[in-house]
């Protein structure tokens, strides 16, 4: 092997190792970013009067909440009791292999625990967190609806609330921190959703940037 040969294999691996490692610390910086959105949108997640409170979906067990959505009905139960809220829409639709929609789940839930019927909207369509904000903003707009509260798990919240501003939602976040699920496990996988949401909606700018140019 000639001496320019070996210098030039040198060269390739000194750029790969700079482009790796230029790679790691933007994967960490971004990561950092997110996790502070994470923790700036809890600390604004302060309860406040609105038209109505949107309960995001989970699993449902069976034909029951799972215990993680089950705190989440629980914390709306408290807003709806404590007078913030006169009115509380289910939101999730069918999971698979399931008989019953996540929103039916959650509103024999409230039932059972004492909200009227009449109280409870549903939106049974949804089939991801984007799809719930959506679907919402359809049934409060039906219903002369204009501000909410978002219900959901502090790691969600950050998300969730950068979907409502997309669809020019008004919303206040209501965050419960878990008892029965791992935190640090759910935290990391919502940096991996935040930024597939917002790589997603870059491309889409990107793409109808292109097409008006």
């Not at 092997?1 to 490692?21: D, Q, W």
């Not at 959105?37 to 604004?44: A, C, M, R, V």
């Not at 909200?115 to 039906?142: D, G, H, R, W």
């Amino acid at each position: 092997m000639t001496y320019t040969h070996k210098r030039s294999k040198k060269s390739m691996l000194r750029r790969f190792l700079v482009c790796l490692a230029l790679m790691l610390a933007i994967g960490v910086s971004w990561s950092g970013y997110c996790w502070y959105q994470i923790e700036q949108t809890l600390q604004k997640a302060v309860p406040t009067h609105a038209d109505v409170g949107i309960v995001l979906g989970a699993a449902v067990w069976g034909e029951k909440p799972s215990p993680s959505l089950q705190e989440r009905l629980n914390e709306a139960l408290s807003l709806y009791q404590d007078g913030y809220v006169p009115y509380l829409l289910v939101s999730g639709g069918l999971g698979e292999g399931k008989k019953v929609t996540e929103a039916a789940a959650m509103r024999n839930y409230l039932i059972e625990h004492g909200i009227p019927a009449e109280k409870i909207l549903l939106e049974s369509q949804s089939t991801s967190t984007y799809e719930n904000l959506l679907y919402s903003q359809q049934v409060m707009e039906a219903h002369n609806m204009r501000d909410a509260l978002i219900i959901s798990h502090d790691y969600h919240l950050a998300r969730a609330v950068v979907m409502a501003d997309s669809l020019g939602m008004s919303v206040s976040p209501v965050g419960i921190e878990s008892k029965v699920l791992f935190g640090p496990y759910h935290r990391s996988r919502e940096v991996l959703a935040l930024t597939h949401w917002e790589f997603s909606r870059f491309l889409l700018h990107s793409l109808h940037a292109v097409i008006l140019a």
